[in-house]
């Protein structure tokens, strides 16, 4: 997982560097861009996507097939629920319950996964299964890193939007990677002549192609 290993390293450094600005810290207990969430408990939550990372390569090798990353949003609860959903409202009030903590706490946890992250990868082989215990299925690792960094692209701009900062700029493999996923889940529920309109035909494209 070589290349993995670059841009993860790269990606998680990204948001080390985002969670520890002091605006983010100035807005803490502030309602973030994501309706119902803290600025605190989004800056948690996208933290914990490092964090997650290496807890989830360190446990090794599942026994359970692993499904692909297409079926994996296709099963999960909170992509088919509104804000009001039970998932989406446990992710939010988990957040802001660890943001309780403060920002040097997340800072501390964040860092330590990234020392961690490269040695972890090295271990792994992109195939490997890997148990996503709340969901209760498994990923190949290399389809685990891809839903981490989606989490991390999309949430690295909920976190600059809620404080008014630059979005960062995460490696163009990275991107494309976040951007195919979003795609292929975007397509699967609006349709594909939906997102090919929305994408060069404005005029004829529906009101949203949102992937969530």
Do not use: K
Not at 11 to 32: F, H
Not at 39 to 52: K, Y
Not at 57 to 77: C, F, K, M, Q
Not at 111 to 132: D, F, G, N, Q
Request: a negative charge.
């Amino acid at each position: 997982m070589t290349d993995d290993l670059t841009n993860s390293s790269v990606a998680a450094s990204i948001v080390a560097d985002l969670v520890r600005r002091p605006e983010v810290a100035l807005r803490w207990e502030q309602e973030s861009a994501c309706a119902g969430m803290t600025v605190g408990g989004l800056a948690n939550h996208l933290g914990a996507q490092v964090v997650l990372l290496v807890r989830l390569l360190e446990a090794g090798p599942s026994v359970e097939h692993p499904i692909t990353v297409d079926e994996h949003y296709a099963r999960a609860a909170w992509t088919r629920e509104d804000l009001a959903g039970e998932a989406n409202v446990a992710i939010r009030e988990g957040s802001d319950e660890e943001a309780r903590d403060g920002q040097g706490a997340l800072v501390e946890r964040v860092e330590a996964a990234m020392t961690r992250l490269p040695a972890v990868l090295r271990s792994v082989a992109p195939e490997t299964p890997v148990l996503i215990p709340w969901q209760g299925w498994a990923l190949t690792a290399h389809d685990l890193l891809t839903t981490r960094m989606m989490e991390m692209v999309v949430h690295a701009d909920d976190l600059a939007a809620s404080v008014d900062v630059d979005t960062p700029e995460f490696p163009d493999e990275v991107a494309e990677r976040v951007i195919a996923l979003l795609t292929r889940v975007a397509v699967r529920r609006h349709g594909q002549a939906s997102v090919v309109r929305a994408l060069s035909r404005p005029q004829r494209a529906p009101a949203s192609v949102s992937a969530f």
